[in-house]
C-alpha cells in the first residue's frame, strides 16, 4: 500500500494572494513555521523552516514552482508518532518526501488550495509519521484561511 494523503481547503481571497502567503517566507512566519522561515519558494532553491513543536530549523528543497499555481517541495521524511502523542517521538528516517500544493483560481473568486504528499516507506513507523504530517496540512490550511481572510495567526502560542 502506497502510503499518500491529500487535504484540501477554499480560501476567500484571489489565487495570488493565498499562493503569495505561502511562497513569502515573511508571510509564512506568520501563521505556519512558529520558528520562521528563511528564503522565498522558487524552484531549485533550499529554504529553512522551524517549528517550535520541531524544534530546530531544517532544509526544504524546492522542486518546482509555477506561480499562483503550483508549488513542489521535499523535505526529511520523519518516522514516529509525533511529539505531543504520548510515547511520540519523531525520526529523520533518512529519505524524503514530496509535497505539491496545487492553487486553483474558482469561479466565486475563492481558491482552492489542495496539498498533497508521499513517498514514505510502506512501515508501521512510516505510516505514523504520515499522520502526523497530515494533521501538519492540515492545521496549516486552517491557519493560511483564518491569515489570508481575517489576519488572525491560528498557531500563536499553540506550542509555547
Not at 66 to 75: A, G, H, M, S
Request: proline share 4%; charged share 20%.
Amino acid at each position: 500500500m502506497e502510503l499518500k494523503f491529500r487535504v484540501a481547503a477554499r480560501i476567500a481571497k484571489p489565487v495570488h494572494e493565498v499562493f503569495e502567503a505561502v511562497a513569502e517566507p515573511a508571510q509564512l512566519s506568520h501563521y505556519f513555521t512558529t520558528g520562521g522561515a528563511q528564503g522565498r519558494l522558487e524552484t531549485g532553491a533550499v529554504v529553512t523552516w522551524d517549528f517550535h513543536d520541531y524544534p530546530g530549523a531544517f532544509p526544504v528543497h524546492v522542486i518546482e514552482v509555477v506561480q499562483d499555481e503550483k508549488i513542489v517541495l521535499e523535505w526529511a521524511a520523519y518516522e514516529g508518532q509525533a511529539p505531543g502523542v504520548e510515547g511520540g517521538t519523531m525520526a529523520d528516517a533518512a529519505y524524503r518526501t514530496r509535497v505539491t500544493m496545487t492553487f486553483k483560481p474558482l469561479d466565486d473568486g475563492r481558491t482552492l488550495v489542495e496539498i498533497a504528499e508521499g513517498g514514505w516507506r510502506e512501515t508501521q513507523a512510516a505510516l505514523d509519521g504520515s499522520y502526523g504530517n497530515c494533521h501538519g496540512w492540515t492545521q496549516m490550511l486552517c491557519a493560511l484561511k483564518l491569515w489570508v481572510e481575517r489576519g488572525i495567526n491560528l498557531r500563536a502560542d499553540f506550542y509555547v
